[in-house]
């Protein structure tokens, strides 16, 4: 198959709170609908988190998730991706509820503890349209962000060998790649591999070219021509990135998870808006874009056939 772009879409997070953008998909109508218009705009992959309707505040509860799930499935054929990252608040047992309840074709899988820092967003703003807001901001400041050895042996076990469910490895920084490494090399990780790599946030790499190239030599280094890559910027760097992606033999992700902007000081009217920017890169690179068959072919997936919802 000669090279196809595969494009996932982040369609509402756990970082971003409701105050900073009214487009931000909050209820489970608003996440199906923005999944369903992203897929048709050509995200081939909807990675997916819920919140609570009447707050926004990120919530691991499988009924919630079983709200959009087979809406967006029954609208469309794209690769559905639940979140085990959750949010914040969540314990690792509760970031796996929902990709254990509904064995997704695929699941995130964060390749390491680290800092995660939110809080200079609070600097920007003063008005808060929930009170949980600001403090939960604040909180990052002492939030470790727990994705121990065990805790990926756990998700590998629960979900990959008990549901068949593939992952997206979220690596934020080169060290992550050697734990993947080393989960290949005892066998518990199989390729096809796809890595996000996730530059640009404050407590992973910074979000650079160099820094870039040098995550894909690590991992070319390690996985030779048995993974495939997609990168994730944060914030504003998300369509330098991404671009840098495609230029650079990968695919991208998008999505209002990491980014609530189209451009500078203009807020994404929604995820869509994103991919088809995204798109217009693409299309400039003269570089076509992966159907969900084609990115299911290419990363050694399941099949929307052999999920649970
Ligand atoms: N928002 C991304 C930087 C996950 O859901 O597993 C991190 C993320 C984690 O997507
Ligand atoms: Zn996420």
Redesign the pocket.
């Known amino acids: 198959m000669s090279r196809k772009v595969i494009i996932t879409c982040?369609v509402t997070?756990s970082?971003h709170t409701p105050s900073m953008s009214p487009h931000l998909p909050i209820t489970p109508d608003e996440i199906a609908q923005q999944a369903i218009d992203a897929a048709n705009a050509g995200a081939s992959i909807l990675?997916l988190?819920a919140r609570d309707p009447q707050t926004g505040f990120p919530s691991p509860e499988p009924d919630l998730f079983m709200e959009f799930l087979p809406r967006i499935k029954a609208a469309t054929d794209a690769v559905i991706n639940i979140?085990?990252?959750?949010g914040m608040t969540m314990t690792v047992k509760d970031r796996i509820r929902a990709a254990s309840h509904a064995a997704p074709e695929m699941a995130?899988l964060?390749m390491g503890t680290m800092n995660f820092g939110l809080f200079p967003a609070l600097a920007s703003r003063t008005e808060w349209k929930h009170d949980w807001e600001p403090e939960f901001i604040e909180n990052s400041r002492d939030f470790v962000f727990k994705n121990t050895f065990s805790d990926i042996e756990t998700i590998l076990a629960d979900l990959g060998e008990a549901n068949g469910t593939r992952f997206e490895f979220?690596c934020y920084d080169v060290g992550h790649l050697y734990t993947l490494a080393h989960f290949v090399d005892r066998g518990l990780i199989k390729g096809p591999i796809f890595i996000q790599f996730?530059l640009g946030?404050l407590g992973g790499i910074g979000a650079d070219p160099d820094n870039l190239a040098h995550l894909k030599r690590t991992a070319d280094k390690l996985f030779g021509d048995q993974y495939h890559f997609s990168v994730?910027g944060?914030g504003r760097h998300q369509m330098p990135l991404a671009s840098m992606a495609a230029a650079m033999g990968g695919n991208v992700r998008v999505g209002l998870?990491?980014n609530l902007y189209l451009r500078k000081g203009e807020l994404a009217p929604d995820n869509a808006s994103q991919v088809r920017k995204i798109r217009e890169v693409l299309d400039g690179l003269s570089l076509e874009i992966a159907t969900p068959d084609e990115a299911r072919a290419i990363l050694g997936l399941k099949g929307a056939d052999k999920v649970a919802f």
Not at 83 to 86: L, M, Y
């Open positions: 982040a997070g970082v990675h988190h979140s085990t990252g959750g995130s964060n979220e996730v946030v994730l944060a998870e990491d």
